[in-house]
């Protein structure tokens, strides 16, 4: 099966949809820190629309299965509505088949052409996605149109130009997160966030780093492709040295793998 990462732009087409939705289902598991910057998204998100009597809507923009999109339900009043949207039919349908909210729908969609009038959004979410969108500037120049003056966004994205395997020496890493990075649309787009919210008329209230941290060689490679890439470039090397640190270190139960990412909340300019 294909297991290239940048698939994440292609669900559909790819041979097996959910695939895609389980690793989406199991990545907290992989990778715990999620938990911790999904914490945190909550935590920027909720006060923007906690005790308003006004109509307000929420968006949580690339949503994949939905398992945030309930999240922010279970944690704002239920006269707030709540849109999950995602370019993958596949996604938004075990979303739908899985909502247990009446104030949440779920709808197909790109980033780079949103469904909803001008300043109809009070918060916009985003998680992991930005990432798989080529030309990834026209996404905020969407959520700059959809969100209401003073709305909210609040997004958490990788620099995967910095995954880094330990035992690897630096010079190594370089190289295989090159590798890494070659096949998705904008792999550092977490370290550039605060250009594109000042570039699209937003404020920047938090920025925060978070350090990804994977130690299941066998979840890395179901989920990423990582380590195959991996092997590729020591094929192409020739050099079956690195290759044996790895699996050793694999062996050993040393072996992890780290990626930054960033997040941000920023304000519509009023
Ligand atoms: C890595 S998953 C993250 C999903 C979700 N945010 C989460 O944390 O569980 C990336 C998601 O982005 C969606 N996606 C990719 N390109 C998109 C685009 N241009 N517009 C909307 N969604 C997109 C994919 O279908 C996939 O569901």
Redesign the pocket.
């Known amino acids: 099966m294909d297991k290239n990462p940048s698939n ?2 292609a ?1 559909d087409n790819s041979d097996n949809p959910s695939h895609w939705i389980e690793l ?1 289902l199991d ?1 907290p598991a992989i990778a715990p820190e999620v938990n911790r910057i999904r914490q945190q998204l909550l935590d920027w998100l909720v006060p923007a629309v906690d005790g308003s009597d006004s109509h307000m809507t929420i968006l949580d923009a ?4 939905g ?2 999109t309930q999240a922010i339900a279970d944690r704002v009043d239920d006269n707030i509505e709540i849109i999950g ?4 039919q596949s ?1 938004v349908d075990y979303a739908s088949a899985h909502s247990t909210h009446h104030n949440v729908r779920y709808h197909k ?4 052409d949103l469904p909803y009038s001008d300043g109809s959004i009070d918060v916009i979410r985003v ?3 930005l990432h ?2 080529p030309g990834v500037s026209q996404a905020f120049k969407e959520f700059q149109r959809v969100l209401k003056p003073g709305g909210r966004l609040v997004i958490n994205e990788p620099d995967v130009r910095y995954i880094c395997m330990h035992p690897l020496q630096p010079a190594v890493n370089v190289r295989y997160a090159a590798a890494y990075d070659a096949p998705i649309a904008n792999g550092a787009v977490g370290a550039y966030l605060p250009e594109y919210l000042n570039a699209n008329g937003f404020d920047l209230l938090e920025h925060q780093p978070h350090l990804l941290m994977m130690k299941s060689a066998h979840a890395i490679d179901r989920c990423f492709n990582a380590l195959e890439v991996f092997r590729d470039l020591c094929k192409k090397d020739q050099n079956p040295a690195n290759l044996s640190k790895v699996e050793d270190a694999i062996d050993g139960n040393s072996f992890y793998l780290t990626i930054p990412c960033y997040s941000v909340m920023g304000e519509k300019h009023a």
């Open positions: 994440y732009s669900v989406m990545f690339g949503c994949g299965p398992v945030t949207a995602d370019l993958s996604m969609a790109c980033l780079k998680e992991r996605c798989h969108v």
